[in-house]
């Protein structure tokens, strides 16, 4: 029962890097989320992808990219990372095309460290 | 626009005492809310969820939420904590089909 896979676990990187947060979810889900997490904030979305094949803008998407390689991979890029991208990402998955009633299932998360 | 606001980022009980999580939401349309809880180093989890089937609303480990529309609130409660209880909990209110906001948080702390 792996759920949702989230990888890599923890990741520094130097300002101007980049990097690709990777995430795999083997409960044939339609819809995937990016989230980052931050003290104080709770959980922004930064993009999310309701389908295969399509993907949308959240509340937080600037400095980022995704792409939906399949219905089970969902990748989050920083192109060139900066120290206010130092946080905590979540990847989540919802059965249905729509997130609607229904729950989203959490990865462990990333912690990423921009120096 | 829709949001939730928790009141208090940090709860302290002793165990075996009430706990109460403050949840209030701003909707123009009926919400559905939920409650996650966050153990250290993991991610969330569903606790229980408001779709307006009922407004008294029963979760996993002994938690339940009351859906109150005249005070615009969600507050999730149990009647007696437990040591692993500790963890942080978050209320969260769909936007729309396709996002989920979620409130500040709140670090429940339990002392023996």
């Known amino acids: 029962n792996a759920g949702v896979t989230q990888t890599p676990k923890f990741q520094v990187l130097k300002t101007g890097q980049s990097m690709t947060l990777q995430c795999a979810q083997d409960?044939?889900?339609?819809?995937m989320y990016w989230y980052r997490q931050d003290p104080g904030m709770g959980l922004r979305l930064i993009y999310y992808s309701a389908s295969e094949g399509t993907t949308d803008k959240g509340e937080v998407p600037n400095g980022y990219n995704v792409s939906r390689l399949n219905k089970r991979e969902f990748s989050l890029r920083l192109e060139s990372a900066a120290p206010s991208q130092t946080s905590v990402y979540f990847c989540?998955?919802?059965?249905?095309?729509?997130?609607?009633?229904?729950?989203?299932?959490f990865g462990e998360g990333s912690r990423l460290t921009v120096l | 626009a829709q949001s939730v606001t928790q009141l208090g980022s940090h709860v302290s009980v002793s165990e075996g005492a009430l706990v109460l999580l403050r949840c209030n939401y701003s909707?123009?349309?009926?919400?559905?809310l939920f409650w996650y809880v966050q153990y250290p180093n993991q991610g969330l989890q569903l606790l229980l969820k408001y779709t307006s089937a009922a407004t008294l609303v029963k979760g996993i480990n002994g938690f339940e939420a009351e859906f109150k529309k005249s005070e615009t609130s969600f507050h999730l409660t149990k009647p007696s904590a437990h040591m692993s209880d500790a963890a942080e909990y978050f209320c969260a209110v769909t936007i729309n089909n396709n996002d989920m906001r979620f409130g500040a948080g709140t670090r429940l702390t339990v002392k023996p």
């Open positions: 409960m044939n889900h339609n819809s």
């Open positions: 989540a998955s919802a059965p249905r095309g729509r997130g609607g009633t229904g729950e989203l299932f």
């Open positions: 909707s123009s349309v009926p919400p559905y």
